[in-house]
């Protein structure tokens, strides 16, 4: 593609080369050669293998565990590019890292979010392109254009052809009060109705599951959430909805699988029947379970990334 005078190139550095290398097909391309690597002391280092002056770059690179290296990763190519005299860089995030820290929850505390954003901008990033941001607002700390793509189609479209005509007996659920917006708007997608899980959070990590506003007895429920990190709120929910609830089944569904700590073994011994999420974060052999199903998000990037390139509105992609 050639549209504007400037050539369209993609690259990855380390974190997600399986969806980097998907993007690249949808778009008919190659991934850019380069290599990152480590020195022998454990710094990062980048060698572009090609030229990318006057070139349009974008770099694919989920802030994924091990995620500072990652961040790195993505803040040394970003600036190698800047130097090579590449026209526009734009970093494709599909895990955006640190964006839970985005507001002071107690005194002296970092809002590591905006750091980053501070951090990206400054190495010479032109534009974001992320998908379901933790917080929408971390829009607002970039100086730059963010492009924030929704994840909730994907999943929902999956969903309704394992639902078909029986919606009637399936119940969406907020596992928590912080994503209540989002399961409803993603119950409006369905069709379903809707309930809460009201939770008390005693300290990080760990949650206590109090009670449910709805009705989900002798129903199929579906839990929506953006992120399964340890997994506790939502096998918690997953328990509460069916032993106390009265729900026959109990389905996950979530853009970002972290799946760090003990959440490996939450899910495999929990009443949670499947667990869809999105391929934003590389989830390791050693952790995929038999209840995980996962969508895969480079036809979406790849469409984005194309209209980015021709000067296009992305935000018409989701209406």
């Not at 993609?10 to 020195?39: D, R, W």
């Not at 694919?60 to 803040?75: I, K, R, W």
Request: hydrophobic share 45%.
């Amino acid at each position: 593609m050639n549209f504007h005078g400037k050539d369209i190139k993609i690259f990855a550095a380390n974190s997600n080369n399986t969806i980097a290398t998907m993007i690249a097909k949808s778009l008919g391309l190659s991934i850019g050669k380069s290599e990152v690597g480590t020195f022998s002391d454990g710094e990062i280092y980048v060698s572009l293998q090609e030229s990318v002056r006057g070139s349009d770059c974008f770099i694919v690179q989920s802030t994924c565990a091990p995620v500072n290296d990652h961040v790195m990763e993505l803040l040394i190519m970003i600036d190698a590019m800047k130097r090579a005299s590449a026209a526009r860089i734009t970093a494709v995030i599909p895990y955006f890292g640190y964006a839970r820290q985005d507001r002071k929850t107690k005194a002296r505390d970092p809002i590591s979010a905006k750091l980053l954003a501070d951090l990206l901008t400054t190495a010479g990033t032109d534009r974001i392109l992320t998908i379901d941001l933790h917080a929408s607002q971390i829009q607002g700390f970039f100086n730059i254009p963010v492009d924030n793509l929704i994840g909730a189609p994907l999943l929902a479209s999956f969903l309704k052809n394992k639902i078909g005509s029986n919606f009637d007996e399936y119940v969406v659920v907020a596992p928590d009060l912080g994503s209540v917006t989002r399961a409803r708007n993603f119950a409006a997608r369905l069709a379903c109705p809707l309930a809460i899980i009201d939770k008390r959070r005693q300290e990080a990590n760990v949650c206590e599951v109090m009670n449910i506003i709805g009705n989900v007895r002798n129903k199929k429920v579906i839990l929506v959430d953006d992120i399964i990190d340890t997994a506790g709120t939502l096998c918690n929910a997953a328990e509460a909805v069916v032993k106390d609830g009265g729900a026959v089944e109990a389905y996950a569904c979530a853009t970002h699988a972290v799946i760090s700590g003990p959440s490996v073994e939450r899910i495999s011994k929990s009443l949670i029947n499947e667990v869809i999420v999105l391929d934003t974060i590389p989830i390791p052999a050693h952790k995929m379970l038999d209840k995980f199903t996962i969508l895969t998000t480079s036809d979406l990037f790849a469409e984005a990334i194309e209209r980015i390139y021709e000067n296009k509105s992305v935000s018409t992609m989701f209406i």
